[in-house]
């Protein structure tokens, strides 16, 4: 079974809307985190925000936000007031285990996001 | 700051031909390192990751391997390419403990004819 699913093929929002780009994953392990990448066209991965397992409320991190549903195992990502330049490929990742030395992430395959002027 | 180098950015390689790929990070010490291959409209596959000088540990059986010569030194290669090592390939950094986020370098991407 995938350990992180994306299942939006292709993503659109009008400048200035919030859009939510969707993220479900599968763990047995208690203590996991979970991550939000954007790759622009140029290819580099940027990370966005972070969720652990144990935390309570929603990461934030100026426009995003991550809507963590523990118990249906989801990890959305609310992108607010959409800018041009968030038109870009949009990964979710998970780490299952504590952070430590052979920890690692896991990715999903993606959605694309484009937004519109 | 820390930062990341990873070169080549542009590689066209004849099948057969050996690669080498480096990373490099400055900033910190005894990163763990990591190397992805993306391949074209894909998500990001793990193939190899180091907690240490020499120690390597290998995600998927494949044409490549990996060496850590120096603490901030991730090197990528191959003996002889196929067509199917055509990809994306992105290093990654993450410091020890915590979080685990990664750091990636601008990537490098490879094609062989």
């Known amino acids: 079974a995938q350990k992180i699913t994306q299942t939006q093929p292709g993503m659109f929002v009008q400048e200035k809307e919030a859009v939510t780009l969707d993220c479900t994953y599968d763990t047995s392990d208690q203590s996991y985190g979970l991550f939000w990448y954007k790759q622009p066209s140029s290819g580099e991965m940027i990370f966005l925000i972070y969720q652990g397992s144990y935390d309570e409320q929603n990461a934030t991190e100026g426009r995003y936000s991550l809507n963590f549903q523990k118990a249906r195992k989801s990890a959305n990502l609310v992108i607010s007031a959409s800018q041009l330049g968030d038109s870009a490929m949009y990964f979710c990742?998970?780490?299952?285990?504590?952070?430590?030395?052979?920890?690692?992430?896991?990715f999903g395959k993606g959605i694309t996001l484009s937004v519109r002027p | 700051s820390q930062t990341i180098h990873q070169w080549p950015a542009t590689l066209v390689q004849p099948v057969g031909s050996p690669l080498s790929l480096e990373c490099t990070v400055e900033?910190?010490?005894?990163?763990?390192l990591y190397w992805y291959r993306q391949a074209a409209g894909r998500g990001l596959q793990l193939l190899f990751y180091s907690v240490g000088i020499g120690q390597i540990s290998s995600e998927v059986p494949q044409n490549l391997s990996a060496s850590r010569p120096q603490d901030r030194q991730f090197i990528l290669s191959s003996k002889k390419l196929l067509l199917s090592d055509s990809g994306f390939y992105l290093c990654a950094w993450s410091p020890v403990g915590g979080a685990n986020v990664l750091t990636f370098g601008a990537g490098s991407r490879l094609t062989v004819l």
């Open positions: 990742a998970m780490r299952e285990g504590y952070g430590g030395a052979n920890s690692k992430l896991t």
């Open positions: 900033g910190t010490s005894n990163p763990n």
